[in-house]
């Protein structure tokens, strides 16, 4: 019943997680499930709960700083006749989110690793929930996504300190820049940047299961 239970359970998780536009109110009570059993369950279910909404947390911030905005043309040429003053705040605030939710991602783990010595179940389960942990971590689809999301800002910061300090012009849904070392400097800049992004797409098609099998080991 464990099993079936949580099959139900982290399929209704990954649906809702789907939304990051609000947060998971999944109910981790089940009467199904009594004892230690439900002690492991509520446990983990909480455990994955708040990783999903520290994650959706910090994606409602990036779109709140029109992250996705951030090499749209029009706005940049428009941007640049007022001293950049958008896209300073902009790289700010997804700095800030981003420092933010590693923050929390860290201090999620940390708890629930704490919280662990406080059930009531025997040694042998609580160091198989410790491996748990441990191997969700390293497993984390979102954080590995993360880890990319940040050198994605790098990238970011380093185009916009290119855009900040040589001469450019729009043409053509374009940015040109006058000398070619500047053009060439960007462009590869970019290329990194889709090089990027290909990875995180790459990683999100790998496993979307991987939420439900975390227990079927």
């Known amino acids: 019943m464990f099993d079936v239970v949580m ?16 947060p998971v109110q999944l109910d981790i009570h089940d009467k199904r499930l009594a004892g230690h059993y439900k002690q ?4 983990l279910l909480s455990y994955w709960v708040q990783n ?3 994650r959706n947390e910090y994606l409602r911030e990036l779109k709140a700083a029109k992250w ?8 940049l040429d428009h941007d640049k006749k007022q001293k950049y003053a958008e896209t300073e705040k ?11 939710y590693q923050s929390e991602y860290e201090k999620i783990h940390k708890t ?6 406080e059930l009531s ?12 942990l441990g191997a969700q971590q390293k ?6 996504i993360f880890m990319i999301e940040l050198q994605i800002l790098d990238k970011a910061e380093e185009m916009f300190k290119l855009l900040k300090t040589y001469p450019w012009q729009k043409k053509d849904q374009m940015i040109l820049f006058h000398e070619n070392a500047q053009v060439k400097k960007f462009n590869a800049l970019y290329q990194d940047v889709l090089k990027l992004n290909a990875k995180i797409e790459k990683i999100k098609k790998k496993n979307v299961a991987a939420l439900e099998g975390e227990l079927k080991e």
């Open 7 to 22: 099959t139900e359970k982290m399929n209704q998780l990954y649906d809702q997680a789907q939304d990051w536009t609000k």
């Open 40 to 43: 492991v369950s509520e446990f």
């Open 52 to 54: 999903v909404n520290a």
């Open 68 to 75: 996705d905005t951030f090499l749209n043309v029009d706005r």
């Open 90 to 100: 902009m790289l700010a605030d997804v700095r800030r989110a981003s420092d933010k």
């Open 112 to 117: 629930f690793l704490a919280k662990i010595q």
């Open 121 to 132: 179940v025997d040694k042998e389960m609580r160091q198989i929930l410790e491996i748990k």
């Open 139 to 144: 497993a984390d689809q979102d954080h590995a």
